[in-house]
């Protein structure tokens, strides 16, 4: 049974950082492409950030700078480093696995940046 579960959401003020992780389970972590997507209220979700099981990154435009998404293949997890967050940054914040056509998300995590 896969199960990805996120964690390190919370509130936090504009300029201030947080790091997500997510430990995957019941998978071949180091096969596997890993990223996060963020999704607001009325919103599409959207990739963040991506990292392949070769360790090429990948952001969107808007975070660029600001985030960094890492891997440990020993503990199975990945990581995203959010710094400088911005209230337009607030979202839900999902994990996703994925290798070939398989695909695989977590249940999210909330980010609320907000003085």
């Known amino acids: 049974q896969v199960q990805l579960a996120e964690s390190g959401g919370g509130m936090v003020q504009p300029g201030g950082s947080l790091r997500l992780s997510c430990a995957a389970s019941?998978?071949?972590?180091?096969?596997?492409?890993m990223g996060w997507y963020r999704q607001d209220p009325g919103s599409q979700r959207e990739l963040v950030a991506a990292?392949?099981?070769?360790?090429?990154?990948n952001y969107a435009d808007s975070v660029k700078g600001r985030f960094t998404i890492s891997r440990d293949n020993a503990k199975n997890t990945v990581y995203l480093q959010m710094n400088s967050l911005k209230p337009e940054d607030t979202a839900i914040y999902y994990c996703?696995?994925?290798?070939?056509?398989?695909?695989?998300w977590g249940q999210g995590t909330q980010v609320t940046v907000s003085s």
């Open positions: 990292i392949s099981s070769g360790g090429i990154t």
């Open positions: 019941g998978i071949i972590f180091k096969m596997y492409a």
């Open positions: 996703k696995a994925q290798f070939g056509g398989i695909t695989n």
